[in-house]
């Protein structure tokens, strides 16, 4: 009963660090499901800045730019950390790996300082009025995701510091950078519809 | 198809198939005893586990529907109090979408998915074991609540304003908002495992236009709930239970907030709900007439590309259940429009599978009543969901009876029939025992004239005026007869669901065990013994046909080379399903039980404080470090 074809794979490599590892494929597909619920937030702005005339309501200071803009640029450059990192993941090299995620964390870490000092700013919050419930569910959401994200940064820095990175944890390397880029960009929306949105689409 | 890396026939190679299977299972096999019952990743464990769990939610799904029936048998009836009966019908609506068919669809896809496809476990076994606990936690909680007293009553869908901070006290409708974000996660698992799985884990060989349909149809599904769930965890948590407990605007007109983008939010998930239910049941349907009828279903490629419309349009309909709010008619328009066209698209798959019924050999086993339960009641259902697509009507029947024996005839007949058909299918697969095909398919016939006699009567109160929700009504407005028949209906599938159960225990408790494939059917899943092994297969099979178990067997090939010492599996193509490279899955572990219940900690807390929230990221993170930390030497090893 035994087949006589065989097909021997004993010769394929035993992993892959790439775009084709299946741990990539399902981080992609999680980034896809919060891009989704993002998608929804943004719908609901719209459809809450259209149903009024003034927008933010009276007597809701607006929103400033330039500490929102000024951190887009640690926020950006530390995608460049992540890719170091993925860099360093494929080739096994474990200072560059160190070096890619903590340049990644710290600009992050930055990005997120100049986040709270603008939220000090704000003289609303979610319970004062639309605006402030829909604004602040996007900046909460962001933020929280932002610091999963880097929980799980420091976490593989303990990991490749230890010396545990077998092929397993450098693709875990490699796939934290989607989740990076995917808030890094995903970001980039939310700036324009959350500062520039009052502004652009203006009180009718 | 010749491979290039198969070994052309040959001097066939010598192993010892008996030496691998030791091996295997030693790298496979889930820890034994109570605690290590905590620990198991196999697919066949959690899916077995989902199935039954949903059932038990059935069950009482069930005894709730029941419960309904007895207090609207007679006019004025006393027997459940208004107030109750809101409890009841909620929880009824709440149990039977998220807590039961949902997930049982989830379940019955982990553990066939990776079989069919030919492979050993989903791509993500410890996400796979998360998912279900937090689904059972869910349920729990949900229960738990309601056993307390704070049992919800604005529905299954929780409408604002009814729902809301000013009309719904106490904690029943905080506990329905955060379920919805138990059962929802659960899902999404479940939906990136079941692609990924379909993607990269087939066969060799498998190429795209070669996957059964059954997976087809889940990895179809799988991106709807990727698409649709997201919107109805905002509806419930970032609307209304925010609204509820920190005292946002969502759904509060005063501040600018909207009632009807709630439903809009809702409906957006909503809609493509139902569709997330049916598709599984679609590709049911195709795997037991294939075996039946010992024919390729007819029209492959029309049935996967109605299925993909099918995804599409779902998400494009979501407006037909707000025709009542007074919406833009031109916008109203366009929905009645793309109501109409998935009448096309699920049209275009009945007729592929009348064309294999005609053209097939019918074997009538109790797996094939279902299916022509199905085809029976289904099209009936479609019927009425073509005429509620047209606003005036719609108008007119909005919150009746017609509609509740509508999308009952869509739900019971187009997910639930397919269900049973699919249990009686892989029963002897997943339990290694013969179902009784006598009580199999006296439950059939008890479950199709139940279901009839419950719910056909209900077009016609529908269109007599009585709406939906009333816990009682007036003798003089002539709906008792319509009533008492639809009550007697629900006696005799409760009597269906008796013989179904004590059907499935006796044929479990029966000698008669399973041969791999009794029903002579052409999907991988049957090649291995009944039930199959932690592994699956001792060697994955390579696939040359769309029905591998119908090909010549002496062109069978399979695949050797695979360690034996971890749990190994291959990675193929997209497209071709051409081998790739190994991949180790994790080993069995404690650590998704606890990262679930962490995260469950907290959102049981969240309906009391927001704070709770943050214990829940805590304990979670805490219980996902733990989760991915590498333990040498195997989980660090190349």
Same mark, same amino acid.
């Given at each position: 009963m035994s087949p006589a074809r065989t097909l021997d794979v004993s010769a394929l490599p035993p992993y892959e660090i790439s775009n084709r590892a299946p741990l990539w494929w399902g981080q992609l597909l999680m980034a896809v499901i919060e891009g989704s619920l993002f998608c929804v937030l943004i719908a609901m702005y719209f459809y809450y800045r259209i149903s009024v005339d003034v927008w933010p309501p009276p007597g809701v200071k607006p929103l400033g730019l330039t500490l929102p803009t000024v951190a887009l640029i640690p926020l950006i450059l530390s995608a460049g950390g992540s890719y170091a990192a993925t860099e360093g993941a494929k080739r096994d090299d474990r200072r560059l790996m160190l070096a890619g995620l903590t340049a990644n964390i710290l600009l992050a870490i930055v990005f997120l300082v100049l986040r709270f000092i603008e939220w000090r700013t704000f003289n609303f919050t979610w319970a004062s009025d639309i605006h402030g419930s829909i604004v602040w569910s996007i900046l909460f959401l962001h933020t929280f995701d932002v610091i999963a994200d880097l929980l799980m940064t420091a976490i593989l820095i303990g990991i490749v510091a230890d010396g545990r990175h077998g092929p397993k944890q450098r693709l875990g390397v490699h796939v934290d950078s989607v989740l990076w880029y995917f808030l890094v960009l995903i970001w980039l929306p939310f700036y324009v519809v959350v500062y520039w949105g009052p502004r652009l689409v203006g009180s009718r | 198809m010749t491979h290039p890396l198969v070994t052309p026939a040959g001097p066939p190679r010598v192993w010892d198939e008996q030496q691998d299977r030791e091996a295997l299972a030693r790298t496979w096999h889930d820890p034994e005893g109570f605690l290590g019952w905590f620990y198991a990743t196999t697919h066949q464990a959690i899916g077995k586990r989902y199935i039954l769990t949903a059932f038990l939610f059935l069950l009482a799904g069930g005894v709730e529907a029941l419960l309904m029936r007895i207090q609207l048998a007679r006019p004025e009836n006393h027997f459940l109090g208004p107030d109750r009966y809101n409890q009841i019908f909620t929880m009824h609506g709440t149990t039977m979408m998220f807590l039961f068919a949902v997930p049982v669809m989830e379940g019955m896809a982990v553990y066939l998915v990776p079989l069919m496809l030919g492979t050993r476990n989903v791509a993500f076994p410890r996400l796979n074991a998360f998912g279900y606990w937090m689904y059972v936690m869910g349920g729990i909680f949900l229960y738990a609540n309601a056993a307390t007293g704070a049992m919800p009553d604005a529905g299954w869908f929780a409408y604002t304003p009814l729902s809301g901070p000013q009309y719904s006290f106490g904690k029943g409708v905080d506990a329905w908002a955060q379920m919805i974000t138990f059962t929802e996660i659960s899902a999404l698992c479940v939906a990136v495992e079941i692609a990924v799985t379909t993607f990269r884990l087939r066969a060799p060989g498998m190429s795209l236009n070669r996957i059964p349909l059954y997976c087809w149809s889940m990895l179809i599904q799988s991106f709807m709930v990727i698409f649709a769930m997201p919107a109805v965890m905002v509806a419930s948590t970032v609307m209304l239970l925010n609204d509820r407990t920190i005292g946002t605007h969502f759904v509060n007109p005063a501040e600018g907030g909207d009632p009807i983008l709630y439903q809009h939010v809702f409906w957006f998930f909503g809609h493509p709900e139902v569709y997330i239910i049916f598709l599984p049941a679609l590709g049911f349907i195709s795997a037991i007439v294939e075996a039946n009828t010992k024919?390729?279903?007819? %029209?492959y490629p029309a049935l996967v590309l109605s299925q993909v419309a099918t995804g599409f349009i779902a998400f494009g309909l979501w407006v037909h259940h707000m025709f009542a709010t007074g919406l833009p008619q031109i916008g109203e328009a366009y929905f009645t429009a793309a109501s109409m066209m998935i009448a096309v698209t699920t049209g275009i798959q009945i007729f592929c599978w009348l064309a294999t019924l005609w053209s097939g050999k019918v074997r009538m086993t109790a797996a094939m009543h279902f299916v022509f339960g199905f085809l029976f009641i289904f099209v009936m259902g479609g019927l009425t969901g073509v005429m509620l697509a047209s606003i005036p009507l719609d108008l007119q029947s909005h919150d009746t009876y017609f509609v509740v024996a509508h999308f009952h005839y869509v739900?019971? %007949? %187009?997910?639930l029939f397919p269900l049973f058909g699919a249990f009686h299918h892989w029963f002897p697969k997943i339990t290694g025992r013969m179902i009784g095909e006598r009580l199999g398919k006296l439950s059939f016939w008890l479950l199709f004239i139940g279901f009839n006699t419950t719910f056909f009567p209900m077009h016609i109160l529908g269109l007599n005026g009585m709406t939906r929700r009333i816990y009682t009504y007036p003798a003089s407005l002539g709906w008792a007869s319509g009533n008492m028949i639809a009550t007697v209906g629900a006696m005799i599938i409760a009597l269906g669901g008796v013989v179904f159960i004590v059907n499935a225990i006796a044929s479990l408790r029966s000698s008669v065990s399973a041969a791999p494939n009794p029903w002579n059917a052409p999907s991988l899943e049957w090649s291995v013994e009944s039930p199959p092994p932690d592994w699956g297969f001792t060697y994955q099979p390579v696939v040359s046909s769309r029905s591998p178990l119908w090909a010549d067997p002496a062109l069978r090939t399979v695949v050797t080379g695979m360690r034996n010492d971890r749990r190994e599996i291959m990675v193929t193509g997209v497209a071709e399903a051409e081998p790739q490279f190994r991949t180790v899955l994790p080993a069995a572990s404690l650590w998704p039980f606890l990262a679930a219940l962490g995260i469950s900690i907290g959102f049981t807390g969240s309906i009391f404080a927001f704070s709770w929230y943050y214990v829940g990221a805590f304990l979670g993170a805490l219980g996902m470090i733990g989760w991915f930390w590498p333990r040498p030497p195997k989980e660090i090893e190349p």
């Amino acid at each position: 009963m035994s087949p006589a074809r065989t097909l021997d794979v004993s010769a394929l490599p035993p992993y892959e660090i790439s775009n084709r590892a299946p741990l990539w494929w399902g981080q992609l597909l999680m980034a896809v499901i919060e891009g989704s619920l993002f998608c929804v937030l943004i719908a609901m702005y719209f459809y809450y800045r259209i149903s009024v005339d003034v927008w933010p309501p009276p007597g809701v200071k607006p929103l400033g730019l330039t500490l929102p803009t000024v951190a887009l640029i640690p926020l950006i450059l530390s995608a460049g950390g992540s890719y170091a990192a993925t860099e360093g993941a494929k080739r096994d090299d474990r200072r560059l790996m160190l070096a890619g995620l903590t340049a990644n964390i710290l600009l992050a870490i930055v990005f997120l300082v100049l986040r709270f000092i603008e939220w000090r700013t704000f003289n609303f919050t979610w319970a004062s009025d639309i605006h402030g419930s829909i604004v602040w569910s996007i900046l909460f959401l962001h933020t929280f995701d932002v610091i999963a994200d880097l929980l799980m940064t420091a976490i593989l820095i303990g990991i490749v510091a230890d010396g545990r990175h077998g092929p397993k944890q450098r693709l875990g390397v490699h796939v934290d950078s989607v989740l990076w880029y995917f808030l890094v960009l995903i970001w980039l929306p939310f700036y324009v519809v959350v500062y520039w949105g009052p502004r652009l689409v203006g009180s009718r | 198809m010749t491979h290039p890396l198969v070994t052309p026939a040959g001097p066939p190679r010598v192993w010892d198939e008996q030496q691998d299977r030791e091996a295997l299972a030693r790298t496979w096999h889930d820890p034994e005893g109570f605690l290590g019952w905590f620990y198991a990743t196999t697919h066949q464990a959690i899916g077995k586990r989902y199935i039954l769990t949903a059932f038990l939610f059935l069950l009482a799904g069930g005894v709730e529907a029941l419960l309904m029936r007895i207090q609207l048998a007679r006019p004025e009836n006393h027997f459940l109090g208004p107030d109750r009966y809101n409890q009841i019908f909620t929880m009824h609506g709440t149990t039977m979408m998220f807590l039961f068919a949902v997930p049982v669809m989830e379940g019955m896809a982990v553990y066939l998915v990776p079989l069919m496809l030919g492979t050993r476990n989903v791509a993500f076994p410890r996400l796979n074991a998360f998912g279900y606990w937090m689904y059972v936690m869910g349920g729990i909680f949900l229960y738990a609540n309601a056993a307390t007293g704070a049992m919800p009553d604005a529905g299954w869908f929780a409408y604002t304003p009814l729902s809301g901070p000013q009309y719904s006290f106490g904690k029943g409708v905080d506990a329905w908002a955060q379920m919805i974000t138990f059962t929802e996660i659960s899902a999404l698992c479940v939906a990136v495992e079941i692609a990924v799985t379909t993607f990269r884990l087939r066969a060799p060989g498998m190429s795209l236009n070669r996957i059964p349909l059954y997976c087809w149809s889940m990895l179809i599904q799988s991106f709807m709930v990727i698409f649709a769930m997201p919107a109805v965890m905002v509806a419930s948590t970032v609307m209304l239970l925010n609204d509820r407990t920190i005292g946002t605007h969502f759904v509060n007109p005063a501040e600018g907030g909207d009632p009807i983008l709630y439903q809009h939010v809702f409906w957006f998930f909503g809609h493509p709900e139902v569709y997330i239910i049916f598709l599984p049941a679609l590709g049911f349907i195709s795997a037991i007439v294939e075996a039946n009828t010992k024919r390729e279903v007819f %029209g492959y490629p029309a049935l996967v590309l109605s299925q993909v419309a099918t995804g599409f349009i779902a998400f494009g309909l979501w407006v037909h259940h707000m025709f009542a709010t007074g919406l833009p008619q031109i916008g109203e328009a366009y929905f009645t429009a793309a109501s109409m066209m998935i009448a096309v698209t699920t049209g275009i798959q009945i007729f592929c599978w009348l064309a294999t019924l005609w053209s097939g050999k019918v074997r009538m086993t109790a797996a094939m009543h279902f299916v022509f339960g199905f085809l029976f009641i289904f099209v009936m259902g479609g019927l009425t969901g073509v005429m509620l697509a047209s606003i005036p009507l719609d108008l007119q029947s909005h919150d009746t009876y017609f509609v509740v024996a509508h999308f009952h005839y869509v739900l019971i %007949g %187009g997910a639930l029939f397919p269900l049973f058909g699919a249990f009686h299918h892989w029963f002897p697969k997943i339990t290694g025992r013969m179902i009784g095909e006598r009580l199999g398919k006296l439950s059939f016939w008890l479950l199709f004239i139940g279901f009839n006699t419950t719910f056909f009567p209900m077009h016609i109160l529908g269109l007599n005026g009585m709406t939906r929700r009333i816990y009682t009504y007036p003798a003089s407005l002539g709906w008792a007869s319509g009533n008492m028949i639809a009550t007697v209906g629900a006696m005799i599938i409760a009597l269906g669901g008796v013989v179904f159960i004590v059907n499935a225990i006796a044929s479990l408790r029966s000698s008669v065990s399973a041969a791999p494939n009794p029903w002579n059917a052409p999907s991988l899943e049957w090649s291995v013994e009944s039930p199959p092994p932690d592994w699956g297969f001792t060697y994955q099979p390579v696939v040359s046909s769309r029905s591998p178990l119908w090909a010549d067997p002496a062109l069978r090939t399979v695949v050797t080379g695979m360690r034996n010492d971890r749990r190994e599996i291959m990675v193929t193509g997209v497209a071709e399903a051409e081998p790739q490279f190994r991949t180790v899955l994790p080993a069995a572990s404690l650590w998704p039980f606890l990262a679930a219940l962490g995260i469950s900690i907290g959102f049981t807390g969240s309906i009391f404080a927001f704070s709770w929230y943050y214990v829940g990221a805590f304990l979670g993170a805490l219980g996902m470090i733990g989760w991915f930390w590498p333990r040498p030497p195997k989980e660090i090893e190349p």
